[in-house]
Nanobody, 121 residues
Framework: QVQVVESGGGLVPAGGSLRLSCAASGSAFNIYAMDWYRQAPGKQRELVAAISTGGNPNYADSVKGRFTISRDNAKNTVYLQMNSLKPEDTAVYYC???????????????WGQGTQVTVSS
């Protein structure tokens, strides 16, 4: 089992910044992917940013140039620095972690509980 805990959400004015953190723990797994998703009211959950173990990031077009994903592999922690926030960035942000079980070699993915980000206009 992998535990995923997000933190760092809050209420900010448009143009402001927030930094989200996601820590994963689970000694029986080799974690290889840690991604950020978001879900706004009435909308489907969407991928915001992803980063591999090697550190190569990918971003949704809507956040390119404003958000930066980074990762500390030693701590199994991923961060999302969000700058120039817009009201349309308002959503619950979820961390998704994918890992391979060290004994069974099966891939599992786990979700955090989500953290609310609200950007006021």
């Amino acid at each position: 089992q992998v535990q995923v805990v997000e933190s760092g959400g809050g209420l900010v004015p448009a143009g402001g910044s927030l930094r989200l953190s996601c820590a994963a723990s689970g000694s029986a797994f080799n974690i290889y992917a840690m991604d950020w998703y978001r879900q706004a009211p009435g909308k489907q959950r969407e991928l915001v940013a992803a980063i591999s173990t090697g550190g190569n990031p990918n971003y949704a077009d809507s956040v390119k140039g404003r958000f930066t994903i980074s990762r500390d592999n030693a701590k199994n922690t991923v961060y999302l620095q969000m700058n120039s926030l817009k009201p349309e960035d308002t959503a619950v942000y979820y961390c998704n972690v994918k890992g391979v079980h060290v004994l069974t070699s099966k891939t599992h993915d786990y979700w955090g509980q989500g953290t609310q980000v609200t950007v006021s206009s």
